[in-house]
């Protein structure tokens, strides 16, 4: 087995559940017929690398009582990108901030995900940000419903 | 919830060691035993408030290609396109959201040529166009959510 396979058996077994046992790696040492030791090691490597940004869970927000969401565009001119972006970013209620390249006809390219406990909080977050930004042309594009969500397959 | 998975839920987040006894580690760090941070985590595995514990990775720099795409679907037609862009395991999200545009998906593909590929299929099998929003900068990604007892 090469070092390529095994980091691929890695990352395969890992974008997977992983079991809450005392020894977890180990598991996946089992499963991809490596040790413990290298399975560490590759996790590493991967970490160090910024592949891997951490072995963590990720939570239905919904059940957690982050229940009001929404994907809020802004429409940014070039030279503030980085002022209005970093200032999004600093807020804890918004979870993804980019600036996307948009197409003829879409002038907002600051898209920010906002997550709320409630509508109102939701409303207040949003009031807030632009606010702060001085950005008034805004869109709020809320979910009407889950069509689907899965994960990435990396291998 | 209580007090207890709230810790455990918040420290998850931000991930666990990569040492033998991660566990072990979280524990001695929360002030719990490791047998209930294992037994509280299946719980809340089972209760659906994790999604999923496992590694989380830099899709651009596992050499990924992303796009946010939109469309703009007629009422009648959702079920049919949903199905039609669902069925590429590339398409990780989709939404139906209230706006001009209603069906919002992330598309994440292993090069740029399967990307283009898979818009310019969607494009052709749904004669609906696909309007594409790459990332040019990224600012922020932290899906973690602060809990607290209010929840």
């Known amino acids: ?155 | 919830m209580d007090q207890v998975d709230i810790k455990i839920l918040n420290y998850l987040q931000e991930g666990i060691t990569l040492s033998p006894r991660p566990f072990l580690d979280m524990a001695r760090e929360l002030g719990i035993s490791e047998e209930t941070i294992l037994a509280r985590i299946e719980a809340l595995r089972d209760r659906g408030l994790i999604r999923r514990l496992g590694g989380v990775f830099d899709s651009p720099r596992m050499g990924m290609k992303s796009t946010l795409c939109a469309m703009e679907v007629p009422e009648a037609r959702i079920p049919e396109v949903a199905q039609q862009v669902n069925a590429y395991r590339e398409v990780t999200h989709n939404y139906l959201r209230n706006d001009v545009y209603n069906m919002w998906f992330t598309v994440t593909a292993s090069s740029g040529e399967d990307l283009e590929r898979i818009l310019q299929e969607i494009e052709s099998y749904t004669g609906i166009k696909v309007i594409s929003m790459p990332v040019r900068q990224r600012y922020k990604i932290k899906v973690a959510f602060a809990l607290n007892d209010e929840t």
């Open chain 1, 1 to 155: 087995m090469t070092r390529h396979d095994i980091i691929d058996r890695v990352i395969k077994e890992l974008q997977g559940d992983l079991p809450a046992v005392y020894r977890p790696y180990q598991v996946v040492a089992e499963r991809t017929g490596l040790s413990e030791e290298e399975v560490i090691s590759v996790l590493n490597g991967l970490r160090e690398k910024g592949m891997l940004k951490r072995i963590g869970a990720v939570l239905r927000h919904q059940k957690v009582g982050y229940d009001a969401n929404a994907m809020v565009v802004w429409k940014v001119a070039e030279e503030d990108m980085d002022r209005v972006g970093n200032l999004m970013a600093a807020c804890p209620l918004v979870s993804h901030c980019y600036w996307r390249e948009t197409p003829a006809g879409w002038p907002f390219n600051i898209f920010t995900m906002v997550h709320a406990r409630s509508h109102q909080e939701l409303q207040a977050v949003i009031h807030e940000l632009s606010c702060k930004s001085g950005i008034g042309e805004y869109r709020v594009i809320e979910s009407v419903r889950e069509l689907k969500k899965t994960s990435v397959q990396y291998r």
